[in-house]
């Protein structure tokens, strides 16, 4: 057995997990030379919500940040986060929108893009894929781990087989909630390493306490690279600290062969801005703590806390356990899908809907008619047709590629980008986030000549709202 490479995920997802993504660049530089002597095998470091977070909230523009960051870090692979045809927005762009992404998202720095689509749909990832190899990229290809009746080990590895064929370079068990359970993994990386010939990565959260012992039990079916967190910014909803990681395999036969004592310069950075975190507000203990509902219910904890706050501005908060109890109900009506952004926000509002009126689809939200409709992909189980019937009435659902009906959007979008755009880049911020992107784009242009500098620069100085 080769020893266990870590992926060190302090850089995103990390603080995405813990403070909403509020790590600004430029508490980033200080550590990043650092970060590059550990060995790890790779720095996750940009995609996931990062690239939304700079232009809305810290008013960065996320591709200086990874032109920086690539400035610093040179020996260590640099891996992103990227939704298949979603990108890093909330919708599916046109194929030429994908294309270009990757294109400048490796020509700025990026080595290993982890690729994943909400309903594990290999349609809504093909064309992230074929532009990732096209670039000279790693394609890493992931997988949304879920529990259901249609879910299992032998499901998973049929569709890693699928991704592998399309062209994968490895895969991604992408556990988003936590509900990966020790002995689960064991047999679900056993039956992947069966069935691909490709390395296989596991990432997964703290979120229900079981994060260690399940890359505990992965790492022993051979299981080739993980996820950690440096340990202040570990925990949680967050990953496993990688000191203990490190520390556990450690004079075995999967040594990870980094040294603990480089990894404490790295703590002893973030232990003090992790204590700024705190006492700013960003860092909520609340985010610390096991969250059992996420293995009772197969609840995310964000998906959880809208709904709490859904529910209180109604003035039903009594209601929570049957909108709870009515979740999984609504999720195998349509069709199992992985409680992951999207789907996640729009389970959770239906059920929230169908227990306020008292009647079950009473009142149906437009996405998830969408889903039901095949807007976002192919279902993990088929829909019933009678309920389709019952959503849709005559409409007909979609059975192709979702994307398929989107024209080129390219062109159009450089066009409006051009009384702002001063780098090639800046149509795909615009593309992904037209009214905040435009409004950075203002900020930037009053910096740069001093347009009303006294309140450009007093928005520009803002940094950890």
């Not at 720095?43 to 977070?53: I, N, P, Q, R, V």
């Not at 994908?98 to 400048?104: L, P």
């Not at 997964?204 to 299981?223: D, F, N, P, R």
């Not at 059975?399 to 702002?420: F, G, I, M, Q, S």
Request: glycine fraction near 6%; hydrophobic fraction near 40%.
């Amino acid at each position: 057995m080769a020893k266990v490479k870590i992926t060190e995920t302090v850089l995103r997802d990390s603080h995405q997990s813990l403070i909403a993504t509020r790590m600004t660049t430029e508490q980033m530089i200080p550590i990043l030379e650092e970060l590059d002597k550990v060995g790890y095998h790779s720095l996750e470091a940009w995609g996931g919500a990062t690239f939304d977070s700079c232009l809305r909230f810290l008013n960065e523009d996320p591709w200086e940040r990874l032109r920086i960051i690539r400035s610093k870090v040179k020996n260590t692979k640099l891996q992103m986060l990227f939704r298949g045809q979603n990108i890093l927005g909330y919708r599916h762009y046109a194929d030429d929108v994908v294309e270009y992404f990757v294109k400048k998202s490796i020509a700025n720095g990026i080595d290993i893009i982890r690729i994943f689509d909400a309903l594990n749909d290999a349609r809504n990832l093909r064309t992230a894929i074929e532009a990732t190899k096209k670039e000279g990229g790693h394609v890493q290809a992931a997988i949304s781990y879920t529990i259901s009746p249609v879910h299992s080990s032998e499901a998973f590895a049929k569709y890693a087989k699928e991704l592998e064929s399309m062209g994968a370079d490895s895969i991604c068990i992408k556990d988003m909630s936590g509900l990966l359970t020790p002995y689960t993994a064991y047999d679900l990386v056993k039956t992947l390493k069966q069935n691909v010939k490709i390395p296989i990565q596991l990432h997964t959260h703290y979120t229900t306490g079981l994060a260690s012992m399940s890359i505990l039990k992965a790492v022993e079916a051979g299981v080739d690279i993980v996820d950690t967190a440096i340990s202040p910014m570990a925990m949680g909803t967050s990953q496993a600290p990688t000191e203990a990681i490190v520390a556990t395999l450690q004079g075995t036969e999967y040594d990870t062969g980094l040294d603990l004592k480089q990894l404490d310069k790295i703590c002893k950075y973030f232990t003090p801005l992790r204590e700024e975190y705190i006492k700013s507000g960003l860092l909520d203990p609340k985010v610390l703590k096991v969250d059992v509902n996420c293995l009772l219910y197969q609840v995310p904890g964000g998906m959880l806390s809208n709904m709490v706050s859904q529910l209180k501005q109604m003035g039903q908060s009594d209601k929570l356990n049957e909108v709870l109890e009515e979740i999984p109900r609504v999720r195998e009506d349509a069709g199992f899908p992985p409680l992951v952004t999207p789907t996640s926000q729009i389970v959770g509002n239906q059920a929230v809907l169908n227990v306020i009126m008292g009647e079950r689809y009473k009142n149906v939200s437009k996405e998830f008619k969408g889903i039901v409709r095949g807007e976002y992909g192919r279902t993990p189980a088929p829909i019933k047709p009678e309920f389709v019937k019952k959503i849709l009435g005559d409409e007909k659902p979609i059975t192709y590629r979702p994307a398929d009906d989107l024209k080129p959007e390219l062109d159009e979008l450089r066009e409006k980008v051009k009384p702002w755009e001063e780098q090639e880049e800046d149509v795909l911020s615009y593309a992904l986030f037209e009214q905040v992107a435009t409004k950075f784009f203002e900020l930037r242009k009053a910096k740069k000549y001093g347009l009303d500098a006294d309140n450009g620069d007093a928005v520009l100085g803002v940094h950890s709202v």
